[in-house]
């Protein structure tokens, strides 16, 4: 009996020893949360944010190590951005565009507060050195008409993004706009129907000679090949001369149009659902972004840290005077225009003046997209083809875009066409697409070889043209040779974009983009927004 009695004492006395370390560990943790120290929770913030923020990851990482505060950054192009401040963004706490001209448009449920701009940097034209001297363009003031002029007599083209998809593209689109009705203190809606702005526009933009959804995807197009020009941010001039420098290559000459020139200011801002915790982490963000700290590091990213032109500190290096970059030069910035005269600019961009999409189409109707496959690959063509749907996502088709869908199994099954945007025509291409039902193995070059035979039967220069291939599993036929061969033998820049779908082989796709300039999207988890995707940059 005694035995027992002390074996039960000792374990009362364990099990209050265990329940005094519990509170000691308790109290200890509670005391560190209130001093924040690496004990705490962490506050997370979820920012929705352009991709050309990823440079800036570095940067935040620091203020997550200093602040316990976890940042996880979602990328999107513009207009999914703006789509999404229209949705609510309830699953994200701030918004970071490059421009805030998306916010205003897109915040219409008022939910953006505490907006401040992060960083400043121009959209300009890049031009290889030694083409700008031959159009007279180094050493002098250089205006939209200038540039309008050589594109006009067929001495200048350049890449751009999409303004209906990139900010890049819209900010330059606007600030063409600005130069060629001669600075008016703000843009109006009546100032759109002007004729002669819409007959200039039309001119410059013929001069794209490729296009992209992405500004930074655009930098590594232009870094593959040999293209004379590219409008793009000056920060990611900055990163492609340092590319181009390293390897030996001939940079970049920076081009400040004089009479009309688009900033984007990078605005972050709260998106307020109702939690002061997260507030307040994003308060704390916003402060270190705009600290003097951080400041010198953003310069070295190429980022102006403010609209002041004449910014002090800045690397030589960086902001390079031999680049044609000039930080004391007086820039003529645009003041934006309202969200509505944006929205009609775009529109009138996307409907009206683009140079006209040439678009191949081709898609994978093999037996095995039978049944839920080929019901995402209905929806994600109708979403495009419905100009009403489409029009929601600023992919509609202009009077003269050209539009051919390719269905194969292991070989060509037929050729669709539609010509312009007329919605009994699109309707009918739709109604094809629809009616088409699954069958047989796979074979993916065929129907490459002969979108590239399509393609060749119209005057590409007039055209952006693009191929847009969507398979679901491996090609069992055929080769990438015979499509290498024909793409050579067209001696034409055709891009071949890749969608992925089910057990599509990502190898063989990524083989078809990397030697035809292109990129390969996801569409394994959402079939329509990879084709959304893919339609953007062209």
Known sequence: MNEKVKKNKKIILAVLIILILLIIVIISFSTQSKNGSIFSSKETLNILSGSENQVL????????????????????????????????????DAVFPANSIWISMGDTHLKVKHQQSITTTPVVFGIKKSVAERLGF??????????????KSKEL????????????????YLGFIYALLDNPEVITAEDLDNEALKSDLTTILSGVNRSSGSSDW???????????????????????????????????????????????????????????????????????????????????????????????????????????????KVLNVMKMPSADVIKKALNMYQTELRKPSLTVYCLDYSGSMYGEGVESLRNAMNMLLDQNEASTYMLQASPKDVTIVIPFDDQVLDVWKAEGNDATTLTNLQNEINNFEPQGGTNIYAPLVTAMDEISKYNVADYTTSIIL????????????????????????IPIFSITFGDSDERELQELADFSKARVFDGKKDLEKAFKQAKGYN
Request: charge should be negative; hydrophobic fraction near 30%; glycine fraction near 6%.
């Open 57 to 92: 990851e570095p940067i935040l990482e620091e203020f997550e190590k200093e602040n316990n505060i976890q940042i996880n950054m979602t990328y999107e192009g513009s207009v999914d951005i703006m789509q999404e401040l229209q949705n609510g963004a309830e699953d994200y």
């Open 157 to 172: 083209s350049f890449m751009m993004t999409s303004a209906t998809q990139s900010n890049s593209g819209a900010t330059a």
């Open 218 to 328: 655009l930098k590594d197009l232009f870094l593959q090949s040999d293209y004379d020009a590219m409008v793009n941010y000056e920060s990611i001039i900055i990163d492609t001369n340092k590319e181009l420098v390293a390897e030996g290559k001939e940079p970049l000459y920076v081009i400040y149009p004089k009479d009309g020139l688009g900033i984007a200011d990078s605005p972050l801002g709260y998106i307020d659902n109702g939690d002061q915790g997260k507030e307040e982490a994003f308060l704390k963000l916003e402060d270190y972004l705009t600290s003097d700290e951080v400041k010198p590091k953003l310069l070295e990213l190429g980022r102006r840290t403010s609209y002041s032109i004449n910014f002090e500190n800045s690397n030589p290096d960086v902001f390079n005077e031999d680049w044609g970059i000039d930080t004391k």
């Open 470 to 493: 969507m398979s679901d599993g491996m090609s069992n036929s055929g080769s990438i040779q015979e499509v290498m061969d024909k793409w050579d033998s067209t001696k034409l820049d």
């Open 138 to 151: 180094v050493g002098k003031d250089v205006t939209t008409k200038d540039i309008l002029e050589k594109i």
